[in-house]
């Protein structure tokens, strides 16, 4: 009897959002695939790229946490993989995981082949592929003419976080590596997000030729609204401006479905604490026209604490992954 083909879920962005993602979908029968931001240049992927002169590993960690077994000496290795440093000068903010990487990347003579056997070693269920092998830096141009370089600068805004961006491109021109977009046409689910809209969904979608593999693809095509607003990024943004931002770059008659939290219950200290950040929950203002949206309550119930050592700015609220995972698996059902 033919083994029933598992359904190829190919996630696409980096971060956070990817990481929730992939938790909640390596729990199910299917095939994984990451394809991961390259664009990162904040906190120790600065000291990887200038330093060690590799492309960023924090999403690629990111992903191998996530999709790293979690019994035996596999749960030893994945917890050594999320550490970071928070002693020493030069070494407080690294963590484990990109040293190791970097380290292996020395040792096997090339990058790509470090983070396949990184794999292994974590055992990780499914692939994770660079969108890139281009070293490239996002360009982000605002709605008053300004012209921001760097993932880092754009996240973390130094001018006024009410622009709006009004395009998005990366310096050099980057090509999409071809085991990115091959996964990609073969994929029967397409993930956009969640994750910051630009620097982490749309920092993938610029890199050249990837939108054209979207479009290309057979597979359906969902993108994942954020829970919260951003300063610098959306600000004061509608769950329609987000899916406009997407439909920008990709086409308005690609996505097939839109995925919302649909609970608000959020704790008002969280909210507080947001609002001082310019933040706030995402409006749902979504008629799904030309896609079907699917309101689910994908809201956590665990608040995110930072390591010590981590001088980022990261989202406390976040998606829950089961409940994340299964809604997607519903889709890909459908």
Same mark, same amino acid.
């Not at 596999?74 to 690294?94: C, N, Q």
């Given at each position: 009897?033919?083994?029933?083909?598992?359904?190829?879920?190919?996630?696409?962005?980096?971060?956070?959002?990817?990481?929730?993602?992939?938790?909640?979908? +390596? &729990?199910?029968?299917?095939?994984?695939?990451?394809?991961?931001?390259?664009?990162?240049?904040?906190?120790? %992927?600065?000291?990887? &790229?200038?330093?060690?002169?590799?492309?960023?590993?924090?999403?690629?960690?990111?992903?191998?946490?996530?999709?790293?077994?979690?019994?035996?000496?596999?749960?030893?290795?994945?917890?050594?993989?999320?550490?970071?440093?928070?002693?020493? &000068?030069?070494?407080?903010?690294?963590?484990?995981?990109?040293?190791?990487?970097?380290?292996?990347?020395?040792?096997?003579?090339?990058?790509?082949?470090?983070?396949?056997?990184?794999?292994?070693?974590?055992?990780?269920?499914?692939?994770?592929?660079?969108?890139?092998?281009?070293?490239?830096?996002?360009?982000?141009?605002?709605?008053?003419?300004? &012209?921001?370089?760097?993932?880092?600068?754009?996240?973390?805004?130094?001018? $006024?976080?009410?622009?709006?961006?009004?395009?998005?491109?990366?310096?050099?021109?980057?090509?999409?590596?071809?085991?990115?977009?091959?996964?990609?046409? $073969?994929?029967?689910?397409?993930?956009?997000?969640?994750?910051?809209?630009?620097?982490?969904?749309?920092?993938?979608?610029?890199?050249?030729?990837?939108?054209?593999?979207?479009? +290309?693809?057979?597979?359906?095509?969902?993108?994942?609204?954020?829970?919260?607003?951003?300063?610098?990024?959306?600000?004061?943004?509608?769950?329609?401006?987000?899916?406009?931002?997407?439909?920008?770059?990709?086409?308005?008659?690609?996505?097939?479905?839109?995925?919302?939290?649909? %609970?608000?219950?959020?704790?008002?200290?969280?909210?507080?604490?947001?609002?001082?950040?310019?933040?706030?929950?995402?409006?749902?203002?979504?008629?799904?026209?030309?896609?079907?949206?699917?309101?689910?309550?994908?809201?956590?119930?665990?608040?995110?604490? +930072?390591?010590?050592?981590?001088?980022?700015?990261?989202?406390?609220?976040?998606?829950?992954?089961?409940?994340?995972?299964?809604?997607?698996?519903?889709?890909?059902?459908?």
């Amino acid at each position: 009897m033919e083994k029933k083909k598992l359904p190829k879920i190919v996630v696409v962005g980096g971060g956070t959002g990817t990481f929730v993602a992939l938790s909640g979908l +390596k &729990r199910h029968p299917v095939e994984l695939v990451a394809v991961v931001s390259m664009a990162d240049s904040g906190g120790s %992927n600065r000291i990887i &790229r200038d330093e060690f002169g590799l492309l960023p590993t924090s999403d690629i960690r990111q992903c191998m946490v996530a999709l790293a077994e979690t019994n035996g000496e596999s749960k030893l290795l994945r917890e050594l993989f999320m550490y970071r440093f928070h002693k020493g &000068r030069g070494i407080a903010g690294m963590t484990f995981g990109n040293l190791f990487i970097a380290a292996l990347a020395d040792i096997e003579g090339s990058q790509e082949k470090a983070i396949e056997d990184t794999g292994r070693i974590l055992r990780i269920k499914g692939q994770i592929l660079p969108v890139t092998t281009d070293d490239v830096n996002l360009v982000a141009v605002y709605e008053d003419g300004s &012209r921001v370089v760097g993932e880092h600068e754009i996240d973390e805004p130094e001018h $006024d976080g009410r622009l709006r961006i009004t395009k998005l491109s990366t310096k050099p021109a980057a090509r999409v590596a071809p085991h990115a977009a091959r996964a990609i046409r $073969d994929a029967n689910l397409i993930v956009l997000g969640p994750g910051d809209l630009y620097t982490s969904v749309l920092a993938d979608v610029v890199v050249g030729g990837l939108a054209e593999a979207i479009r +290309k693809s057979r597979g359906k095509v969902v993108y994942v609204v954020n829970l919260m607003t951003r300063w610098g990024q959306t600000y004061e943004f509608t769950a329609l401006d987000h899916v406009r931002e997407i439909e920008k770059y990709l086409g308005e008659k690609i996505l097939d479905a839109v995925v919302l939290n649909s %609970n608000f219950d959020f704790p008002n200290h969280v909210l507080r604490a947001y609002k001082k950040e310019h933040a706030k929950p995402v409006e749902d203002d979504l008629s799904g026209n030309r896609y079907r949206v699917f309101r689910r309550n994908l809201l956590s119930s665990t608040l995110y604490k +930072k390591a010590r050592g981590d001088k980022l700015t990261r989202s406390v609220i976040r998606h829950d992954p089961e409940k994340l995972g299964e809604t997607l698996l519903s889709i890909v059902r459908q």
